[in-house]
């Protein structure tokens, strides 16, 4: 498949609310190619009125989080840049990720969506080895268009 490795880490994991959408052929193509986890460690913190997860990039502090490899084509790639607001909300890095499949150990360069400028808040919030929208923290994901409003990247962007 032409395109890249992508890491995600939150709402587009298998059993998570956007998961049908990384996987609607009709934007294109993507194939799970195993379980991973950041080299670096990293904030991944829920955020706004949506309840988001976000990587903030932030190396050296928070956990080595834990999501999922895949390889996506040149449309999905796009799509996904769309989906994720590129570069207004997040921005798409090169991230190094270590497999948790048969090629465990395997270091792999792979993109992810991060946000960059994070307003000081985010930085104080709990962290997160793993994401799940209905996890103990009790912040479950929200896509309701009726929150519409201020919009979401200025709550947490600086």
Not at 30 to 39: F, I, Q, S
Not at 46 to 69: K, T, W
Not at 145 to 154: N, T
């Amino acid at each position: 498949m032409d395109g890249a490795l992508v890491f995600v880490y939150g709402t587009l994991k298998a059993g998570e609310p956007n998961h049908r959408l990384l996987m609607d052929e009709q934007t294109g193509l993507a194939r799970l190619v195993a379980p991973a986890v950041t080299e670096r460690r990293l904030p991944l913190v829920i955020a706004s009125r949506y309840n988001i997860p976000y990587l903030v990039d932030a190396p050296g502090q928070g956990h080595r989080v834990r999501g999922e490899l895949y390889a996506v084509d040149v449309a999905k790639l796009a799509w996904l840049d769309r989906f994720e607001g590129v570069p207004r909300h997040y921005e798409r890095c090169a991230e190094s990720v270590v497999r948790l499949d048969a090629a465990g150990g395997a270091t792999v360069a792979a993109q992810a969506y991060l946000l960059r400028k994070p307003k000081p808040f985010m930085l104080r919030l709990p962290v997160m080895e793993e994401y799940s929208s209905r996890g103990p923290h009790g912040l479950e994901y929200r896509s309701d268009e009726s929150l519409s409003g201020a919009s979401d990247i200025e709550e947490v962007a600086g």
